[in-house]
């Protein structure tokens, strides 16, 4: 059984900051690609950024040079530091992972979202 827990989301002002965090427990053999997906009413699930176990990160091209992605391996925990944040940041944001169980085989987990809304 493999759970993400996400925190750090809230309301903050146009060119404020917010960081996201995810944190993965259970039993599982190892972790791979972790990363955050965001979701608006009425739009559908786009990558924000990811990051490779080696510690390459991806963004999409909305947040690139505001948001930075980064992961502790000790704490299998990932973070999203977001700066500089715009009204169209404002969307749920999911925690998702690649997560070799101990049985073998790779699963997709995902978080229970986390709101972001950035409004004056």
């Known amino acids: 059984q493999v759970q993400l827990v996400e925190s750090g989301g809230g309301l903050v002002q146009p060119g404020g900051s917010l960081r996201l965090s995810c944190a993965a427990s259970?039993?599982?053999?190892?972790?791979?690609?972790m990363g955050w997906y965001r979701q608006a009413p009425g739009k559908q699930r786009d990558l924000v950024a990811s990051i490779t176990g080696g510690g390459s990160p991806n963004y999409g091209d909305s947040v690139k040079g505001r948001f930075t992605i980064s992961r502790d391996n000790t704490k299998n925990t990932v973070y999203l530091q977001m700066n500089s944040l715009k009204p169209e940041d404002t969307a749920v944001y999911y925690c998702?992972?690649?997560?070799?169980?101990?049985?073998?085989?790779?699963?997709?987990?995902w978080g229970q979202g986390t709101q972001v809304t950035v409004s004056s």
């Open positions: 998702n992972t690649q997560i070799r169980k101990l049985l073998g085989g790779i699963d997709d987990y």
């Open positions: 259970g039993s599982f053999r190892s972790i791979y690609r």
